[in-house]
């Protein structure tokens, strides 16, 4: 119905004045008032505290205890790896360890005995400690074929199947704690000295229709050599609805100014084109074709030409579009 009644209006091409009696049409009366000055800037949702469990030791996936969206406890058992060979270097290592042992032992008889010399023996006790070391390694690898959680959170992502093989290194879990998040927004280079003074903003998820303020904003140091941007990092209050890796935009707050504005609600557009409902004072309907300049406070849109103080405005376009069709 939306885009019917705007092909329709556009295909008149603002010939303004589709005229009829307005029905209880939701309006706003416009004026300069004052608006918060943004740069508005597109960023990801991203958990402060999360990590990738990786595997540590060979083997195939023998069982798997957790998957993506469940809430674990640190220490909770995630996954099991085949690790026989670990336990057989464990147990090969073991085995020199004792060799090692008794040979430094019977080096330290000889030298009492005047057999040996301290080098034979200090010789003895390198191999001892070797052995003692390799043997430690090898039960730490054992060790590794319970895959535990390292912090207590939420599955982001599980990355393997049961009968996969696992490498070292080769990522099995991702996991994030959903208390603490932020976004991170990417600032071209030419607007950091702005930023620079900049210390609130608001974040808005179009998804949710939720708008949020900043509890913190830090502007990374570097720039990318590549892409000539600034990572800017913004810390998020808690938002049951805010995920990892969702969309969001962040408009920092640079200063205030008096300015004539529409919701952006309020805006026809068909390509450059843009326009409003605007109620007269004798209750007609006149679509008038607006140039426009950026987004500011929450929501609006700044009109440079167009509209005067005083316009009524029509916030519902759809609705006005629906009276004026039906009235020709």
């Given at each position: 119905?939306?885009?019917?009644?705007?092909?329709?209006?556009?295909?008149l091409?603002?010939v303004?004045?589709?005229?009829?009696?307005?029905?209880?049409?939701?309006?706003?009366?416009?004026?300069?008032?004052?608006?918060?000055?943004?740069?508005?800037?597109?960023?990801?949702?991203?958990?402060?505290?999360?990590?990738?469990?990786?595997?540590?030791?060979?083997?195939?996936?023998?069982?798997?205890?957790?998957?993506?969206?469940q809430?674990?406890?640190?220490?909770?058992?995630l996954?099991r790896?085949?690790?026989?060979?670990?336990?057989?270097?464990?147990?090969?290592?073991?085995?020199?360890y004792?060799?090692?042992?008794?040979?430094?032992?019977r080096?330290?008889?000889?030298?009492?005995?005047?057999?040996?010399?301290?080098?034979?023996?200090?010789?003895?006790?390198?191999?001892?400690?070797?052995a003692?070391?390799?043997?430690?390694?090898?039960?730490?690898?054992?060790?590794?074929?319970?895959?535990?959680?390292?912090?207590?959170?939420?599955?982001?992502?599980?990355h393997?199947?049961?009968?996969?093989?696992?490498?070292?290194?080769?990522?099995?879990?991702t996991?994030?704690?959903?208390?603490?998040?932020?976004?991170?927004?990417?600032?071209?280079?030419?607007?950091l000295?702005?930023?620079?003074?900049?210390?609130?903003?608001?974040v808005?998820?179009?998804?949710l229709?939720k708008?949020?303020?900043?509890?913190?904003?830090?502007?990374?140091?570097?720039?990318d050599?590549?892409?000539?941007?600034?990572?800017?990092r913004?810390s998020?209050?808690?938002?049951?609805?805010?995920?990892?890796?969702?969309?969001?935009?962040?408009?920092f707050v640079?200063g205030?100014?008096?300015k004539?504005?529409?919701?952006?609600?309020?805006?026809l557009?068909?390509?450059?084109?843009?326009?409003v409902?605007v109620?007269?004072?004798?209750?007609?309907?006149?679509?008038?074709?607006?140039?426009?300049?950026?987004?500011v406070?929450?929501?609006e849109i700044?009109?440079?030409?167009g509209?005067?103080?005083?316009d009524?405005?029509?916030?519902?376009?759809?609705?006005?579009?629906?009276?004026?069709?039906?009235?020709?």
């Amino acid at each position: 119905m939306k885009s019917i009644a705007r092909s329709l209006i556009f295909a008149l091409a603002l010939v303004s004045t589709a005229i009829m009696a307005a029905d209880a049409l939701p309006v706003i009366i416009v004026k300069p008032h004052p608006v918060d000055l943004t740069i508005p800037a597109e960023s990801v949702v991203e958990a402060v505290q999360q990590t990738t469990v990786g595997a540590q030791v060979a083997g195939r996936v023998l069982e798997v205890r957790a998957d993506s969206g469940q809430r674990v406890t640190k220490g909770d058992l995630l996954m099991r790896i085949d690790a026989r060979e670990a336990g057989e270097a464990a147990r090969a290592a073991e085995a020199q360890y004792k060799v090692a042992k008794l040979n430094y032992e019977r080096h330290q008889q000889l030298k009492e005995q005047k057999f040996v010399s301290q080098a034979a023996v200090d010789k003895a006790r390198a191999d001892f400690d070797a052995a003692a070391a390799n043997r430690s390694a090898a039960g730490a690898s054992q060790s590794h074929a319970s895959i535990v959680a390292p912090m207590t959170g939420i599955v982001a992502r599980r990355h393997v199947e049961a009968g996969d093989m696992a490498m070292p290194g080769t990522p099995l879990f991702t996991i994030y704690q959903p208390g603490s998040l932020r976004v991170t927004a990417s600032i071209p280079q030419h607007r950091l000295p702005a930023m620079r003074g900049v210390s609130s903003a608001r974040v808005e998820f179009p998804e949710l229709g939720k708008w949020v303020d900043a509890s913190a904003i830090q502007v990374l140091p570097t720039v990318d050599a590549a892409t000539h941007v600034a990572q800017v990092r913004v810390s998020l209050p808690g938002l049951a609805e805010a995920v990892p890796g969702m969309f969001a935009r962040v408009h920092f707050v640079t200063g205030r100014a008096d300015k004539l504005t529409v919701p952006a609600g309020a805006i026809l557009r068909r390509g450059e084109v843009a326009a409003v409902y605007v109620q007269t004072a004798d209750q007609r309907l006149v679509l008038r074709q607006l140039r426009l300049g950026e987004a500011v406070g929450q929501g609006e849109i700044e009109v440079l030409a167009g509209l005067a103080a005083g316009d009524k405005v029509v916030t519902d376009p759809v609705k006005a579009a629906i009276q004026v069709q039906s009235g020709k």
